[in-house]
């Protein structure tokens, strides 16, 4: 059982573009939301969190956007550049219980020059 | 910075080898976790410590063991390696259980079972 879904799989974009990733979650639960990046060989690195109260969350390029009522957050890549080619992980956590976190699929991004 | 090392980077193993990886934390974390990545699957929990000599099982733990002995070492065992478990293992160390404490990731432990 997926509890969070992330599209695509896989995204191409041109340098300077505009890279965007979905994810979708079922359990009302989760209160805590980041995004990991991972390069090649690395381990993945948060790259940045929202919390349900917001709807946006923007750091220099990267901006989450939340919808509370749609279950879903997204990730917004703006003047996308080829150092962003890595793989991106949506994740969640509950406010109570475990706080373990669950992830996404995944999505792999490669930025063209 | 904080730094998560494991101890392999790379492991060819038998099936039915008991198979340990280890993984080492240098700040003080209290929770530590154990992931497998695998390609369309994304990153899913086996097991997670939330202090020494405690743990709790995860989505997969069916297959694995851990053993946290001390705060700054997290094992994982395979007590009998199966082709099937053949994938990239990442541990990760987070400060409490504080719901928005970042998870720092080790480089992973590519592992092959033959």
């Known amino acids: 059982q997926q509890q969070v879904k992330q599209s695509p799989q896989s995204l191409i974009v041109q340098k300077g573009g505009i890279s965007i990733i979905n994810c979708a979650y079922e359990n009302t639960a989760f209160d805590y939301f980041p995004w990991y990046q991972q390069f090649p060989g690395k381990g993945p690195a948060l790259l940045i969190a929202?919390?349900?109260?917001?709807s946006e969350k923007k750091e220099g390029r990267f901006t989450i956007s939340f919808n509370k009522s749609a279950k879903q957050f997204s990730l917004h890549i703006m003047d996308s550049q080829p150092g962003d080619s890595a793989t991106y992980f949506c994740a969640a956590s509950k406010r109570t219980g475990r706080r373990a976190l669950t992830f996404g699929s995944g999505t792999r991004l490669q930025v063209q020059p | 910075d904080v730094k998560v090392t494991q101890s392999s980077r790379y492991l060819v193993k038998r099936t039915g080898e008991k198979v340990f990886l280890e993984c080492v934390q240098d700040m003080d974390h209290e929770n530590m976790f154990w992931y497998r990545q695998d390609p369309g699957l994304g990153l899913r929990l086996i097991y997670f410590s939330y202090d020494v000599k405690m743990k709790e099982k995860g989505d997969i733990p069916e297959g694995y063991s851990v053993s946290r002995e001390k705060k700054e070492r997290f094992s994982l065992i395979l007590e009998s390696a199966s082709t099937n478990q053949t994938s990239m293992y990442l541990c990760a160390s987070r400060l409490t259980d504080g719901a928005g404490e970042t998870q720092y990731f080790g480089p992973g432990t590519r592992l092959l079972v033959l």
């Open positions: 929202i919390r349900p109260d917001v």
